[in-house]
């Protein structure tokens, strides 16, 4: 088992910044790749950013390349994604995915969840 508890969502303005922190107990961390996802209400729980088990790969969805960066500290079992220049269309809950092997981009490929953060951008 392993669990993973998110941290850092809010509330925060067009054009913001946020990082979202998700720390993992449990397991050895460095044996499972890491994603985020996130679920707007009415939507389905889409894709975001994952990292390899080493953080040597990171992977984005178009929405956000060139704005959030995952990132991971397997000294301190815990992954971050790092948002910048957040858009209103960026709300949601934002959830920490782990799965043992390799990295994976869709959700049913992960097996561990965390139980959310809100990320608001208000306009």
């Known amino acids: 088992q392993v669990q993973l508890v998110e941290s850092g969502g809010g509330l925060v303005q067009v054009g913001g910044s946020l990082r979202l922190s998700c720390a993992a107990s449990?397991?050895?961390?460095?044996?499972?790749?890491m994603g985020w996802f996130r679920q707007a209400p009415g939507k389905e729980r889409e894709f975001v950013a994952a990292i390899s088990r080493s953080g040597g790969s990171t992977y984005y969805a178009d929405s956000v390349k060139g704005r959030f960066t995952i990132s991971r500290d397997n000294a301190r079992n815990t992954v971050h994604l790092q948002m910048i220049s957040l858009k209103p269309e960026d709300t949601a809950v934002y959830y920490c995915a782990a799965r043992r092997g390799v990295l994976q981009l869709t959700a049913n490929e992960y097996n561990y969840w965390g139980q959310g953060t809100q990320v608001t951008v208000s306009s």
């Open positions: 449990g397991r050895t961390f460095s044996d499972y790749a």
